[in-house]
């Protein structure tokens, strides 16, 4: 029999954390964190990561557990995730993956494999050094639509590391990364998962976004950028590359004003919450949840887990 796996994924600033919050409380369950930032130490306000007092004594997993200078991708989350599942089941609880990172989640629930190649590191570095350069960013993504066009698609220009892998994996295969991807989704998943999705209005979304963004300035986040970068982390750490870091970090080094990088992270922030909505609505047996159709947490609560013991139960388990 397969082991449950409850997922509560959606965009940022839709209530993820505090939901999941209390459906571990209800359902004896702890949590993996499938945040590609709040795995690191020091980085706490731009993260917006969730402070002890607000895990309500449950226990949390791939939160404050790196240093900012290691390298943190989707084959390192899902190690540490599938090693924090072992535990979580070993000790008779259920896990919960809650999170954004569309591509983390599914690595975890799909079991992706990503170990049918080795790194090209010569290559790597040369796409690294483009990339180092004004412009640098659409070069690489005009290199990629030439090879794999699906795959400009589902990757962001910004989102470097992964346009580069993508192009790693073309010049070591001669295959596209986009035809691997999709036969790796067509896996069947080897846990018995409840793939919930929490959403929201998004006028509601993008304003708590703004609140949220304002909310990190006041708490000090152009401080907590200093302080990383006096401790010597550039752009090129994958830590810095998180929205509100990266902008912050520019500021520091001059190119804009404080208000001006606060304008750019609220922008980025929202367009990014569109690009999770998008990855989400591609994954067939997520089950959506709106919360501005819910009076409170309480009600939303009782509802998802309604549908998780459901669920679960449907698929021949219990929670």
Known sequence: MKKNLIVIAGPTASGKSALSIEVAKALKGQIISGDSIQVYKKLDIGSAKITPEEME????YCIDELEPEVI?????FQSMAKEAMEEIYKSGHTPILCGGTGFYIQALVNDIDFKDTEADNDYRKELEAIAEKEGGEDILYNML????PEST???HKNNVKRVIRALE???LTGLKISDHNKVQKEKTSPYNTVFIVLTDD???LYNRIDKRVDKMVEDGLAKEVKELKDMGLTLKNTSMQG???KEIYNHLCGEYSLQEAVELIKKDTRHFAKRQI???KREKDAIWVDRSQFKDIKELTDYVINIIKKELEKNGSKS
């Open 278 to 280: 998008t990855w989400f």
């Open 72 to 76: 943190y991708d989707v084959t390192k």
């Open 145 to 148: 639509s030439e090879v794999d």
């Open 202 to 204: 998004r006028e509601t």
């Open 169 to 171: 994996y073309y010049k």
């Open 57 to 60: 004594g449950i226990k949390h």
């Open 153 to 155: 698609l589902s990757i």
């Open 243 to 245: 929205i509100g870091y």
